[in-house]
Each structure stands twice: as C-alpha cells, then as structure tokens.
C-alpha cells in the first residue's frame, strides 16, 4: 500500500503508478456487491493495476439522509491518497453534497443504479490511462463520457 501511496502522488501528482500498485474506488453501501462482482470478473485488476473496492456505509438511515456519513464518505475517499474514483447512487439528495467534496479533491465519479455496470466503466478507464496521473486521467475519462 505504502508503495501505491508513494507513486499515486496525492491528489493525481507524481510519477505515475508502478506495475503492481494498488489503487481504490471508493463505493456506496446499494452499488458494492455489483461493484465487487465486476472487479472479481476482471481478476482484481485494470491493466498492469491492482484494483481495489472500498464499500462505504450506507448514506440513508431508512428513509432519512444521513448528511454526516455523505460528507465523511466522500471525505474518507479524498484524504486516501489511492483513491482513483468514486462510484455513487444517483441520488440528487446525495450528490449535492458528494460532487463538491470529490471535485475539490479532484477524484472523478460515476452515477449509477448498476453498481456492476459502473465498475465496468471504471476499470476500462484506468486500463485507458496513458498519463502519469492515473487519478487524473481516469477523472477526465469518466467526466468526457
């Protein structure tokens, strides 16, 4: 982890990741079983990365948000110097207050009902990335689709 931490630079600076890095995609509670089955299909793995997925507690309790936990999930995602992605709900009640947490740590996020489906697209971009910021370019890649 700590040589992950070294080469992923922060938020998206640095050298770029080296063959066998570990970077994470942080998931809500409704998305992570779907997450996890897109990712153990993929082997764990996008290209020469290993891919791991963070399951977050859930953001409702019932019916009710619970605003606390929206915020420290997407504060938890950016203080983790690993984080490639975020994937979320489309929940207009929760991405009010995810999206500006996510764009100040400049981690790019997926909205979806498909917590498989959205993983999917994650991993092809981290494959795609040709920088040496993979946080950054994965961010411009799910922000450009």
């Known amino acids: 982890m700590a040589l992950a931490v070294a080469l ?8 770029g990741v080296a063959r066998g890095a570990t970077v994470s995609v942080y998931v809500a509670a409704p998305l992570c079983s779907g997450a996890r089955r897109a990712l153990s299909e993929a082997g764990g793995r996008a290209g020469e990365v290993e891919v791991r997925a963070v399951c977050l507690p859930a953001e409702r309790v019932g019916e009710r948000l619970a605003l606390a936990r929206v915020g420290a999930n997407a504060r938890r ?3 983790d110097s690993t984080t490639v992605a975020y994937l979320q709900t489309a ?16 981690i ?7 917590g498989q489906a959205a993983m999917a697209r994650i991993l092809h971009a981290i ?17 450009g689709a």
Do not use: K, Q
């Open 77 to 79: 995602a950016g203080e």
């Open 8 to 15: 992923l630079g922060g938020c998206g600076g640095g050298e």
């Open 108 to 114: 790019g996020w997926v909205e979806s009902s498909s």
């Open 91 to 106: 929940d207009r009640a929760v991405t009010r207050f995810t999206n500006p947490i996510l764009e100040s740590a400049e």
């Open 127 to 143: 494959s795609a990335a040709d920088t040496s910021s993979l946080r950054d370019a994965v961010r411009e890649s799910l922000d």
